[in-house]
């Protein structure tokens, strides 16, 4: 079989770049084209630099999709609500992506999803509060209402279930911070529940996975590399750092007031994962995501890579 073209929305971000990695290291089966809106930015000339496919193309353009997926087999679709906070434009985008792939003839198409948590805490639920009028976790809601886009459109589509990044404890400000007394912790308002977590990294090499499984085309799949307590995570960082690290469970109306941009919409997202955590763990299972992904790592083996990337002061 020839190789087949995967075009590949977030290639210059954690998830997309991950994927161009899965290709690019198992050459033979699929060829990434990387799409940014930026040819000129040092992660697209690195990747141009590495030999791969590099066209322009912006999620809130469906002409530049149009031209960005033509002729090829697969399409990953992925949104970055986190650089505009709108559910609004995160649906518009995925709603291009969609119409694109449809346009294109795509044989198949990741969409990288979550919940709706309203499914499992309708809007009168006092248990957490209503954001934005009508959404209980925006960045979460907003994608899972837009696996029906992806359905309407007529697009051959897996729902591609992410879990929390444990790069978070690198790059999005939620590493062990040292406390009054001195001693790092980290803060989640989790309780004794399990936190589902990934090396970034392995989404990508799970969503080439599903690339190559066809019949998880029409299915919602997860993918965790470990399900892990907070004091099971604080534990792992204390092994790698060399240093105590706590864990500082907090209620979620206090991780809610802690004032920065989204503290509310993630401390509404944790208290949804704590309070359906069967449900919320069972939907990604372990086996599953390592049969797609032998590669897959756990929280020990990602910080054995990363352990000097978190900052500690
Ligand atoms: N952090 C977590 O724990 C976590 C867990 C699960 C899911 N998520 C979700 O992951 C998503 C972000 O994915 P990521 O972490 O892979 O992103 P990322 O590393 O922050 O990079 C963002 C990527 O999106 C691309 N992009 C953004 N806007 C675009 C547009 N209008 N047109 C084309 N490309 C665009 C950027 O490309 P250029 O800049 O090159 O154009 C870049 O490659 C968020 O929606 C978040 O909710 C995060």
């Not at 990387?34 to 697209?44: E, G, I, P, V, Y």
């Not at 193309?57 to 949104?79: H, I, M, P, Q, W």
Request: aromatic letters at 10%; hydrophobic letters at 40%; proline letters at 5%.
């Amino acid at each position: 079989m020839s190789v087949r073209t995967i075009a590949i929305v977030g290639a210059t971000g954690a998830q997309g770049g991950g994927l161009v990695r899965a290709i690019t290291a198992n050459p033979g089966t699929f060829a990434a084209r990387a799409l940014t809106r930026k040819l000129t930015s040092d992660k697209a000339t690195a990747l141009a630099g590495a030999g791969v496919n590099v066209v322009e193309a912006d999620t809130d353009n469906a002409e530049s999709l149009k031209r960005a997926f033509d002729g090829a087999y697969g399409v990953y679709c992925v949104t970055n609500y986190w650089e505009h906070f709108s559910v609004e434009r995160e649906q518009a985008q995925a709603r291009n992506m969609a119409v694109a792939a449809k346009a294109a003839g795509v044989q198949h198409v990741i969409w990288s999803t979550l919940e709706d948590t309203r499914k499992w805490v309708p809007l009168d639920d006092a248990r957490m509060p209503t954001l934005q009028g009508k959404y209980k976790v925006p960045h979460f809601d907003s994608k899972g209402e837009a696996d029906q886009i992806f359905r309407d459109a007529g697009v051959p589509t897996t729902c591609l279930l992410t879990s929390f990044y444990w790069d978070n404890f690198i790059f999005f400000g939620l590493g062990p911070k040292r406390g009054p007394d001195g001693v790092l912790a980290i803060t989640l308002p989790m309780g004794d529940a399990r936190l589902p977590g990934i090396a970034a990294e392995d989404i990508g090499r799970c969503a080439y996975g599903v690339f190559g499984r066809p019949d998880l085309i029409g299915k919602t799949v997860g993918i965790a590399g470990e399900h892990l307590t907070g004091s099971e995570m604080a534990a792992g960082l204390t092994r790698a750092l060399g240093q105590e690290v706590r864990y500082n469970a907090v209620p979620p109306e206090v991780y809610r007031s802690f004032g920065f941009p989204g503290a509310d919409d993630l401390g509404n997202m944790f208290q949804f994962k704590r309070d359906f955590n069967d449900y919320y763990c069972g939907a990604r299972s372990l086996a599953f995501s390592r049969s797609l992904n032998p590669q897959l790592l756990t929280f020990d083996a990602w910080l054995a890579e990363h352990k000097h990337q978190i900052p500690v002061d």
